[in-house]
């Protein structure tokens, strides 16, 4: 059978049609990393907006830079996720300035995403977009609970982050945002998932699929929870604790489910490469 386009799962090390890879695939050439990664950050904008996670100009996912690795790539501010190309694309550095693109840089978590980074330098990906469900689900200030297959995925690899329980010396919403970033730094330590509670989820990744695909997963397992406790009490079986101990393959297979998407929107939409 021949395919006019290959499928990305089907250039991977296989025998007897079974997978020989354990572990994601990375481009030696820093400046071909940073080209994949920049690639892979505008599709998943481009498969975000499908799945209806663009709430204005809210949002924002980052990829760590491979060259400059205290540098990130953003998307420009006002460009709807459904236009985002790769030339759209911006370089930050560590105070925060644009060093390479042109457009309107969103401000508003600069200090979250580079905190995040230097704290966690195995962490490329950094995602926070606005997905109702995972939205709605923030205002139970709860954690997901293995009910399904998917959200056993988070089981002991998620935390919450109650924003409004930090107060400054006079009681009132603390306010300093260096303050706040380091509060959520250290909420956050080295989970993969982290329900910003009344706001929304973050995730990160090994890389920029890794980070997508956990958003992603994260919005629709807050999509389940919402309608299971909705229709009554779930039954929430005993977590394995394999699935809690063994993070090496969950990032292998949250980069491996993202491959179908990219190669569905590469297809669909290739303006997205230019």
Known sequence: ??????QSIYGLPHADNRL??????????????????KQRLAASYRLFAQLGF??????????R?????????????????????????LRVDGTGQVVEGEGVLNTSALELHYDLQKARPEVVGIAHVHGFHGRVWSS????????????GAFIDDQVIFDRHALRAADGRLEQNRDRVSQAFVETFADNNL???????????????????????????TARAHLLAYSAGTPVVP??????????????????????PLWDRIRLEQPDLLD
């Open 194 to 220: 982290l329900v910003w509670q009344n706001h929304g989820l973050w995730t990160v990744g090994h890389s920029v699929e890794s980070a997508a695909w956990r958003f992603i997963l994260a919005d629709d």
């Open 238 to 259: 005993e977590a394995d604790p394999r699935d809690a101990s063994d993070k090496a393959r969950h990032e292998f297979f949250s980069w491996l489910n993202f491959l």
């Open 1 to 6: 059978m021949s395919h006019a386009h290959p």
């Open 20 to 37: 020989t890879l354990t572990q994601p695939v990375t481009q030696q050439d820093p400046i071909a990393e940073r080209l994949h990664r």
């Open 140 to 151: 139970q200030g709860k954690l997901f609970q293995p009910i399904t297959a998917e959200s």
């Open 54 to 63: 663009e709430v204005g100009v809210a949002g924002h996912f980052t990829a």
């Open 65 to 89: 830079d491979p060259v400059h690795t205290d540098h990130y790539w953003i998307n420009p501010l006002g460009v709807p996720f459904s236009q985002i190309r790769v030339s759209h694309l």
